[in-house]
């Protein structure tokens, strides 16, 4: 799944009819007339994503980019904004560390039931941070969102 998808994924299940995308793009690599450039722009307005930082002017978006499961994580974590969530000390994923980028949103989304990543064969759990997000994990992760922690 390509991050232009996911963010398109996240603006028709949060966003409004309303939103207008600004006349200059917040991203290096996006323009507007892209594909997507709405969704992603509405990202950005929303605090969801900040890009990755060129130390010549605007971030970057890499909208044709692999989505990682961490970022994935990440975008989530942001858009619900969970308050006071403190990640555990100890991982419950054999593949992720304390000191990992984005291990407080991937525990986050443990916690809240989100994913249980997945389960070896010697019972440890990992939940796999580097990898692609295929399009039906990240139905998965937005059906679970809905259902399980938004209806609470």
């Known amino acids: 799944m390509t991050r232009e998808a996911m963010a398109a994924f996240m603006f028709r299940m949060d966003g409004t009819s309303s939103y207008q995308a600004p006349k200059v793009s917040p991203f290096a690599d996006v ?23 060129q130390t010549s002017g605007k971030p970057l978006f890499q909208p044709k980019a692999a989505l990682s499961r961490e970022a994935m994580a990440a975008f989530m974590f ?50 796999g941070p580097k990898q692609s997000l295929t399009r039906e994990a990240m139905a998965a992760f937005m059906y679970r969102l809905e259902t399980t922690l938004r209806l609470k």
């Not at 006071?84 to 443990?110: G, H, I, L, N, T």
């Open 31 to 53: 323009k507007p007339g892209d594909k997507f450039y709405r969704e992603i722009s509405w990202m950005h307005s929303q605090g969801l994503s900040t890009g990755t930082r």
């Open 78 to 127: 942001r858009l619900e904004k969970p308050k006071a969530y403190q990640a555990p000390k100890v991982s419950v994923f054999s593949d992720m560390k304390p000191s990992d980028k984005f291990y407080r949103e991937v525990s986050w989304m443990y916690a809240s039931k989100l994913t249980t990543g997945y389960k070896a064969p010697n019972g440890s759990r990992s939940f």
